[in-house]
């Protein structure tokens, strides 16, 4: 560390040219814009007016945010789509990528790309096809369970299971991206502690148990902060689908924000609730890190 | 050395390439500057033939101005609000923005829109009829020109009401009950699979448009002169009884049949085309959407005006208008080309047959004029069995009232209602918080 240090102040122009570009680079399209945001959280006046017509309100933007029931709601839907994506994709993830792990599959290789290519679909494209598939009175969703005998839902169109045509869409595009994670971490895993735990006498089960989890540690504790991060900022398939609707079933932190800045020109109520959304994203990512890393 | 020499160069040539970017966009600030040719750009949702017609009209308009270039910019429904917000603010925005006159005051408020200069304010005063003149206007100042205007009828397939053996659309609320009661039908575990009644849900104006409609059809109205919500009155209370009645007493819609999309597509539209709703309020601008999903079955769409309820005394539809208008912070020069441009756009000599360019564009879509003299123009178009009842129950017609957190009030009227729809609240529950909410928004504004 001492060398480095040395190196490094031995050379000060150059480190400061090649930290520059990206440095600048994240200051300006970051740390600007989240600075920003937080100074119009303070003010009042729409996305149309100049920073000069804004008026200063202080906190009472955030103050009016948590009295309305629309905000509560969104804040609460948001966090039921985050656990159900996590408590659904995580040990999905893990299983899937155990299952590509072994060496006895032959089309591994296919399989991953498969798993992988509704992820480099955009979500605009898959929010719509969505929506046909789950159509109640034609879409082939229904069709399917009639052949079954499972009666037909109703899907985005009840209050019930809105949400959860949410998640299952979500699963179905992102669960490849975290099995290629998960992956990656097993493979980094070294073959001999298995064959090691084998001589010892330990069962496949007990492997996994004592070798595999905690050594997939780290892998486990990226996808559950990126999943978090991403889950908590669904935005296109509400914005394509529902709307927020049923009632507000669907209605969720980044919709809110984003009707009550175009919408109803309400820059300062939306910028307080795009920082609460940074700091509830921010208290959980680290929460979860030192969870991680307590294991 | 050499490598610190090399840091100095890269940080040197860094520094002046950020320069260079600096100027660059302080230059590009300034369009058509110093020179007398105009570069206008002219925003709109439309799509398509529509756009192509107004493309054609731009064309013809150029090859007399030929110092003016106009420049059409596409966006859809749902991203023209967010794109005038957006972009509106800059000389190098779009200069002639097409606007649903419900945001009019808020973007007035923005300090977004142009007023209309003295001779354009005369001439559209002069040119069209005086409720749709004033929704073009804030605060009695004129801030574009009109367009199209639409509002809602009772749509219903004729097949479906043969097969039920109906010879008419219903004229009453206890008619259309009775009436969606025969045409609904039901498998063997009680699932409807063709709905009487559709109401839309998801999307705000699809909700409360009809819902309105219903409501002035019994003599009530959303606000009063000095902006109060009048939600809990009697009209409005038995409007929404109305829809209890439809969905869970009387089972005869299903309200996961009736869902909206961003694109206002979706079930609701897919339902009715497919023959599996027998009624719904739409507006007239659907047409086309019908006629496209539907083909030779289209002529089983029939409409008719709003089923009166049992204190109203007329059928009355809630209207909507559009309008186009200009960007303040356009250059003068814009602003002059875009003034001039629109005058001849809505002008009778622009078009067919004594029609404008404009009328002949929103006759294509199958929306109303709104242009006294493309009402004359277009006079056989809007006898065709579809429109024409819309066209007769204009003069009955109640425009949405035009207030700031005007699209805000929408949205949270439709939560209300569709509270109800899914059960969640009952009618009394849901009215006096959508009186509650809509009272709150508008106390922001109004005092």
């Known amino acids: 560390m001492q060398i480095q240090a040395r190196k490094t102040s031995a050379h000060p122009i150059a480190t400061a040219g090649f930290l520059t570009p990206g440095l600048g680079l994240l200051a300006l399209f970051v740390v600007v814009p989240i600075l920003l945001t937080a100074w119009i959280s303070l003010h009042s006046g729409s996305m149309a007016m100049s920073y000069s017509q804004l008026q200063w309100v202080g906190l009472h933007n955030y103050t009016i945010i948590f009295q309305q029931s629309t905000f509560r709601t969104a804040l609460i839907n948001v966090f039921l789509y985050s656990a159900a994506n996590i408590v659904i994709i995580l040990p999905l993830a893990v299983l899937l990528g155990m299952f590509l792990q072994q060496t006895s599959i032959r089309a591994k290789n296919v399989l991953r790309t498969v798993l992988f290519l509704p992820y480099m679909i955009p979500t605009v494209a898959v929010a719509i096809v969505w929506g046909y598939l789950y159509e109640p009175q034609y879409g082939p969703i229904n069709q399917i369970l009639g052949w079954v005998h499972i009666p037909a839902q109703d899907w985005l169109g009840s209050i019930n299971e809105a949400m959860i045509s949410l998640v299952i869409l979500n699963v179905w595009q992102t669960l490849g991206y975290y099995v290629v994670i998960v992956v990656a971490g097993l493979t980094e895993i070294p073959q001999e502690y298995y064959e090691a735990a084998s001589i010892d006498g330990a069962s496949w089960f007990q492997q996994q148990l004592y070798i595999t989890l905690p050594l997939l540690n780290r892998s486990l504790a990226f996808v559950f902060v990126i999943l978090t991060i991403n889950t908590l900022q669904i935005f296109d398939p509400v914005y394509v689908l529902t709307q927020g609707s049923p009632v507000n079933s669907t209605d969720v932190v980044a919709y809110q924000m984003y009707v009550t800045a175009f919408n109803y020109g309400q820059a300062g109520l939306a910028s307080a609730m795009a920082m609460v959304l940074l700091a509830v994203i921010l208290l959980l990512s680290l929460a979860q890190l030192r969870l991680f890393r307590s294991i | 050395m050499p490598s610190q020499s090399l840091a100095r160069r890269f940080l040197f040539a860094s520094i002046s390439l950020l320069f260079i970017l600096v100027l660059a966009s302080c230059g590009s600030s300034s369009p058509s500057s110093g020179s007398a040719n105009v570069s206008i750009t002219y925003l709109t949702h439309w799509s398509g ?59 007035v408020q923005a300090g977004l829109l142009a007023q209309a200069p003295a001779t354009y304010t005369k001439d559209i005063q002069q040119a069209y009829p005086a409720s749709v003149n004033s929704a073009v206007q804030v605060s009695g100042k004129t801030y574009g020109y009109p367009n199209e205007v639409d509002l809602y009828a009772l749509n219903y397939n004729r097949a479906l009401f043969q097969a039920a053996g109906i010879a008419n659309p219903p004229t009453t609320w206890s008619e259309l009950v009775t009436d969606a009661e025969k045409l609904t039908k039901r498998d063997s575990s009680g699932h409807i699979t063709q709905q009487g009644f559709g109401i839309i849900n998801s999307w705000n104006s699809g909700v409360v448009h009809p819902w309105l409609s219903l409501e002035e059809s019994d003599g009530g109205q959303l606000l009063s002169s000095n902006h109060q919500p009048l939600l809990t009155s009697k009209a409005a209370m038995a409007t929404t009884n109305l829809y209890y009645q439809l969905i869970f007493q009387n089972k005869t819609t299903d309200p996961a049949m009736n869902q909206a999309n961003a694109s206002t597509t979706g079930p609701y539209l897919d339902n009715f085309a497919n023959g599996k709703t027998a009624m719904i309020i739409m507006a007239n601008w659907w047409e086309s959407d019908l006629q496209a999903a539907m083909g030779s079955k289209f002529a089983d769409v029939g409409t008719a005006p709003i089923p009166v309820g049992p204190d109203g005394t007329q059928s009355h539809s809630v209207s909507y208008s559009w309008s186009t208008v200009v960007n ?120």
Do not use: C
């Not at chain 2, 509106?88 to 945001?103: C, D, E, K, Q, V």
């Open chain 2, 328 to 447: 303040t912070h356009a250059t003068q020069a814009q602003q002059d080309a875009a003034w001039q441009f629109l005058q001849w756009l809505n002008g009778p000599q622009s078009g067919q047959n004594g029609s404008s360019a404009m009328g002949d564009i929103l006759m294509g879509m199958g929306i109303l004029p709104s242009r006294t003299t493309d009402l004359q123009a277009h006079k056989s178009q809007l006898n065709s069995p579809f429109i024409s009842t819309y066209v007769a129950e204009m003069p009955q017609s109640i425009p949405f009232p035009i207030v700031l957190g005007g699209d805000e009030l929408t949205t949270s009227l439709q939560k209300s209602i569709e509270s109800v729809m899914f059960g969640q609240n009952s009618p009394q529950q849901a009215m006096t918080q959508a009186q509650s909410n809509v009272g709150q928004i508008l106390s922001q504004y109004y005092s």
């Open chain 2, 49 to 107: 033939p529509q756009v192509t017609q107004l493309n054609q009209a731009i064309a013809t308009y150029e090859k007399s101005h030929p110092n003016v270039t106009i420049n059409v910019h596409t966006v859809p429904f749902g991203n023209l609000l967010t794109t005038i917000t957006t972009q509106g603010n800059s000389a190098n925005g779009p200069t002639i923005m097409g606007i649903y006159n419900l945001w009019l005051p808020q973007l």
